[in-house]
């Protein structure tokens, strides 16, 4: 049985992916830069970093500097908990800016 936050990444891809632009599941590994979203992509000319958590999870200290990054760089980005905060994130309805206060 697959995780909680596999079964939604994969559901977000699979959406994302059918309704166009280019996107890419990160997998985490030791020589790679720690803090990278879950998902990242490019939909309309627009970098896009989307961080997925499931239930009370949030992001960490260091994928928050990162959203932070990302954020002052120009680019959309967030944390989803469900397929339509992804979405949301994707065309510019959510951002990190907003979201930010929920994770002090």
């Known amino acids: 049985m697959k995780k909680p936050e596999t079964a939604l990444v994969e559901k977000i891809i699979d959406r994302l992916k059918a309704e166009g632009g280019f996107w890419v599941k990160i997998h985490g590994g030791p ?10 992509g490019c939909y309309h000319k627009r970098f896009v970093g989307i961080e997925v958590k499931v239930g009370d999870n949030k992001p960490s200290k260091l994928q928050k500097i990162v959203l932070d990054e990302l954020l002052q760089a120009g680019s959309r980005c967030g944390v989803a908990y469900t397929l339509s905060q992804a979405l949301g994130i994707r065309d510019g309805d959510e951002n990190w800016g907003e979201q930010r206060q929920n994770f002090s």
């Open 31 to 40: 020589m790679q830069q720690a803090g990278i979203p879950d998902i990242i």
